[in-house]
């Protein structure tokens, strides 16, 4: 079904539309700092709350096998959300999207347009199963994987900070707004009339 002209997997603009703006993570530094920032006060924040809530990190397991658990979740978390990402894209459009890793970031893009409310979805879906996933982990796996269990929280929390920017500025669009992340750079369009 077409949503303002434009049909799912279509790469094509319609004439009607021109470009608006551009965002490249990369290279805004703006962007890349307020990420930064965004992830940097996710965590403390995630550290205060384990504190004063005195969540139970105990765990009979070894230090050593601990941490490789934790590493092992967290690396599988990462690339797990990317291909979250990559999923929808691909169920949305129904064109294949690519997912790289562009230092500092795992990327996730495609050349097909979206509508804004599909651009937000896309973004946001992994923050969104991701925790509510994660907290119902915390509260039915045994306790010695508490703590690597909230790490990958936090890590999806903080680590979405990007994808939360994205999020907040497509809902600043108007609702007509066509958007094409490709990975590097995100394009808005809006209609010339």
């Not at 551009?22 to 990420?35: G, H, V, W």
């Not at 994987?145 to 939360?164: E, H």
């Amino acid at each position: 079904m077409a949503i303002h002209g434009v049909r799912p997997g279509q790469t094509q603009l319609p004439d009607s539309y021109r470009l608006h703006s551009t965002l490249d993570l990369k290279r805004d530094k703006r962007a890349a700092t307020t990420i930064q920032a965004g992830f940097g006060l996710t965590v403390a924040a995630m550290i205060v709350v384990a504190l004063v809530l005195d969540l139970p990190f105990e765990s009979d397991l070894s230090t050593a096998l601990t941490i490789t658990i934790t590493v092992a979740a967290c690396v599988a978390y990462m690339v797990v959300h990317e291909l979250t990402h990559a999923a929808l894209l691909w169920w949305l459009t129904k064109e294949r999207p690519t997912v790289a890793v562009r230092l500092p970031y795992l990327i996730t893009g495609s050349q097909a347009l979206l509508t804004r409310g599909r651009a937000v979805v896309v973004a946001v879906a992994p923050l969104v199963l991701y925790t509510v996933l994660l907290l119902g982990l915390l509260w039915t796996l045994p306790s010695q994987f508490f703590l690597t269990v909230y790490i990958v929280l936090v890590l999806n929390v903080a680590g979405s900070a990007g994808d939360a920017l994205q999020a907040h500025a497509f809902l600043r669009l108007p609702h007509a707004a066509l958007i094409r992340d490709d990975g590097k750079v995100t394009s808005v369009f809006l209609p010339t009339a």
